[in-house]
């Protein structure tokens, strides 16, 4: 589970609330501790409301020091005006636990018999409801037998610390939490998966809840979502109350003060008004510790306790008196939570024994609202694009029997745990009943505070701006206009099913099940012709069971063909994959190029593809024009047909050549700048904080942007951190390709390197990181990067660059495909780079060992300048490797080459063409040819390993001297051949070793080339 990024109390509480739980560290695990503060602060919150609260006003009696009462157990007539918080000043440290063992707790779990007796009749409902949680909780108190600290002194005093606003208006129960979480085993030990006061208030003001509501949570954790929406009703009918809080965004506070301004509500009547206490506000919390705490948060705010329900909301679940019985709903439900039962009926007979608790949470809250009714959901952004049957079904229920009203992403950093970054989120909003007709999209970015653990408020949060837009014109029916991060999708789109899959699907379901029915037919055949034959049916029965067999036929084709469509259709909310990548200037050009055209009389899609794929040139804009090329796939579909078509066809119709320049114009994709797809991260260790256990970055290769740890951990500089899955840049080589994805989990890095958090909702890290060492890429920033030392790349410059932005799912699929061919070349090179020629297999005997001066010599090449070469057919060989063309050779082949110079001097090659041999080699000549085999030979001067005879320095060579010293085995010429024979089949293994990976170097070459919509040139390299 995870917390929330977000410290939700002023720094001073957050600071008590630490001390709090430091002081208390010898009473047991965070989650105990949680517990013991908060039954401290209800004994404080108690004598708050006492002194604050007009319905607790005659409950002051029963603590004045007149005020006398007879304990039973002595007997004695006693005082109650030692029984408040404050009182415990006055004991002694070593006192404080008897005090509150003998006098406190025993009170307090009986508070009711004497609230009674100060009442004059029947006690309020509210105030017995909330004595009633009082008693609950000090009756199954366990803090007199766990807290034996010493300092219980200091934990009166931080607890009075607290201001009583704190008190009484924020979660503070929460923020007693979020202490815990920052403990070791806090979050496994609570669970709790927290939602950020600010993204509370946010939907709240999204369902706009009132007095005649019904608002519900079925999984409240401490009530965040309840008392938000009771606070948000309560001010607007009385605007003097300061909901959200002065410690609330002030952006986001300033919207609210305007909102209410215009929004008031009429003062309930006393039937709205005990309604709404009864009913109107209530939650399921599973766990029980926090369920109390939810109820003492209802508590502080006058709700009544007894709305709060433990235990697993989708068992609880009962169609027959819940389904349709809420009006507001507000959760953050649970993802991938443990379930408690096999199956949940009630919930979705269909889908009983779903998984994925997401699903079955969102499906839950879709039955218990009314019709009308309104629902803001935070959901895992998976559940946009899930495959499985329950969240396809999900999906499309949300588009044919609800107005799904929006989809708002949320920021990555939103949540944190103890494994890292939490999930990427997003709030589905939605009103039950009807259908829909389009989707409004936001993508928040900024949400108003920093990313990292400990979030500061900064300008520009984008949640103001989000509902401006949704309370202007989403919530009346109208599409805002278009924006940088905010667009609408209709819902038709989302249901529609791209033609030619269908057709794919139809085309393969006829053939498989047509194929099959040929074996059956036969087989019918034969049964009814047996019948024949003995009499039992005659020819016109036959025929009839022929055609009968062909009608069932038919309809089992039919009915797997749309089984099968069915299946495929995903009803994906990844709302940007629907959007073409034209511009909008793009756009009114193909409107213009077909401005003059008449449609024809197409209605769907899938007839408009079918007319369009079988149409020529001179008719087909007839059925373009049909077409909106602001859907991806309608524009597609065009793109497909007009690149079918030869340029001569095309320059005939003059709006089929524009619709090809649009096309031309544009890249497969849209484009994406690196700053909106990734964030910078800074999280600096100074260099007195450093520890040895740290990894360290040493660099990064450029050849295949990989990172490479130090040996050894020692710093004499301030470094920074880097998590799993950041991208990590060298602000030196960017330009060089040195970029990696981090794979080791917490490392730390110099500040030459920039530390980037992928915004995986948009680009996957994997994908930007093949974009930013591609080719292309570099070529572009080879040449526009900033100039001064090193030429280093700040982060302006990085983030304002661009890359092609496939889909999601379309990044994955070429994500897929470039680590399968880099997985083929890896393991070629593996075996290529471990492969030499080994001759020890051969059973060598003295005699026939010669000293290689005796078999041939080593020749000089001859040179030849690049800048006087004649391209031709020729190979022009070096020290290792052919490095280009001739038009003449003068060593007829087959050749055996020796590097003479340089690194690869030593290194021995097979050339099987006329060649142009160089200087920087020797040419093999031999003395006796009869003799001896030149394949072998090659063989044999290869499994010397000449390159350890290099001498010299930074030009280091071979002396053909030594070379001549060296011994090969050398036995008839016979011999050699069946070694030749038996050393080919391996050599043709590594070759085609060699192609194959030439190949998969070739297939990523062409996938990055099409992506960034360039025609590769046709390539000249071949394996020797």
Known sequence: MARSTVHYADNKTNNTLKKLHNKLRPAGTPVQRVEYIIELLLLRIFETKVKQDDEFKPLRKLFDKDYKWLNPKTNQEESNENKLFSYLFTVSNDQILPELNNNFFPFYSTILSSARKVYEGNLPQKVQDQLVLIEEVFSNSNFTNNVNSGNLGEVISLCNEIEEERLLKTDLLGDAIESALSETGGTKDIGLHRTPEHIRHFMTALVEPNFDDTIFDPACGTGGFLFDAFEFVMRRVDIERTWPGGKSHKELRAWFDEYFKFNQLEFPNIQQSTQFYRSGVSGIEYLGMIRKMAAINFYIRGLNPANIDQGDALAKYNPVTDAASKTVLLANPPF????????????????????????????????????????????????????????????????????????????????????????????????????????????????????????????????????????????????????????????????????????????????????????????????????????????????????????????????????????????????????????????????????????????????????????????????????????????????????????????????????????????????????????????????????????????????????????????????????????????????????????????????????????????????????????????????????????????????????????????????????????????????????????????????????????????????????????????????????????????????????????????????????????????????????TDKKYLFYALKNLKLQQLQSGGAMPGINRNDAYKEKIYYPDIEIQKKIVRFLDAEMQAIQGLQKLKLSAQQKIEQILADIWGEVLEPTTETIA
């Open 336 to 931: 991938g939570a443990e379930r408690d039962q096999e199956s949940y009926p009630d919930v979705w007979s269909e889908y009983s024994k779903e998984s994925e608790t997401t699903i079955l949470f969102v499906k839950l809250m879709f039955e218990l609202l009314k019709t009308g009714a309104r629902c803001a959901v935070i959901v895992s952004e998976g559940f946009h694009t899930w495959d499985q049957f329950s969240a396809k079904a999900l999906r499309k229920m949300l588009l044919d029997e609800a107005n799904l009203k929006a989809i708002i992403s949320l920021p990555q950093g939103l949540f944190v745990s103890k494994n890292g970054q939490g999930p990427k989120t997003s709030i589905l909003l939605f009103e039950k009943g009807g259908t829909t007709d389009w989707v409004w999209f936001y993508k928040v970015t900024n949400d108003g505070y920093t990313m990292g653990t400990n979030r500061k408020e900064q300008p520009g949060c984008q949640l103001v701006e989000c509902l401006t837009l949704y309370h202007e014109f989403v919530k009346h029916g109208k599409q805002p206009p278009e924006s940088k991060y905010q667009f609408c999708i209709p819902a038709e789109w989302i249901k529609t099913l791209d033609p030619r899959i269908k057709e794919k699907i139809k085309t393969d379901t006829r053939i498989e099940l047509e194929a099959k029915g040929i074996i059956e037919r036969k087989k019918k055949t034969e049964e009814l012709d047996k019948k024949l034959q003995a009499g039992k049916i005659d020819e016109a029965a036959k025929q009839m069971e022929l055609k009968q067999f062909e009608h069932s036929l038919e309809n089992r084709i039919q009915n797997e063909i749309a089984k099968r469509i069915d299946k495929v259709h995903n009803y994906s909310f990844n709302l940007a994959n629907y959007k073409s990548t034209l511009s909008e200037t793009q756009l009114q050009e193909w409107r213009q190029a077909l401005s003059t055209i008449q449609p024809n009389g197409v209605v769907t899609l899938d007839e408009a593809y079918k007319k369009i794929k079988t149409a020529s040139a001179d008719n087909v804009a007839t059925y373009i024009v049909k077409l909106n090329p602001a859907n991806a796939l309608e524009a597609d579909i065009v793109r497909e047909y007009i690149s079918g078509l030869e340029d001569n066809e095309i320059a005939k119709h003059s709006e089929l050549f524009s619709l090809k320049s649009i096309f031309k114009s544009s890249t497969k994709y849209g484009r994406g700048k690196l700053g909106e797809l990734m964030h910078l991260k800074r999280n600096i260790l100074k260099l007195e904080n450093f520890n040895s256990d740290y990894r360290i970055v040493e660099k990064i290769k450029f050849s295949d942007g990989e990172i490479y740890l130090r040996e050894i951990s020692e710093t004499g500089i301030d470094l920074q951190f880097s998590e799993k899955g950041d991208l990590i840049i060298s602000k030196i080589n960017f330009n060089q390709g040195a970029t990696a994805v981090n794979k080791y989990g917490k490392v730390l890095c110099s500040l030459d390197y920039l530390v980037y958090e992928v915004d995986e909702t948009q680009a996957l890290t994997k994908f930007i990181h093949l974009m930013v060492r591609d080719k292309s890429f570099l070529n572009y920033i080879e040449t526009n990067k900033p100039g001064g030392i090193k030429g280093r790349s700040k982060p302006e410059f990085i983030e304002h660059l661009e890359i092609p932005l496939p889909s999601l799912d379309e990044q994955n699929e070429i994500v897929t495909q470039i680590e399968k061919q880099k997985a083929i070349i890896e393991g070629a090179d593996k075996v290529i780079e471990n492969w030499d020629v080994d001759m020890e297999f051969v059973k060598k005997q003295d005699e026939y060992m010669k000293p290689v001066g005796e078999v041939c010599s080593f020749e000089y090449g001859e040179p030849l300048k690049e800048s006087d070469r004649i391209v031709g057919e020729f190979p022009v060989v070096g020290a290792g490797n052919i490095i280009g063309y001739h038009n003449k050779a003068y060593i007829k082949k087959p050749t055996i080459v020796i590097g003479r110079r340089g690194a690869t001097s030593g290194f021995v090659q097979w050339i099987d063409k006329d060649c142009f041999v160089i200087d920087t080699a020797f040419y093999v000549n031999i003395f006796n040819e009869e003799e």
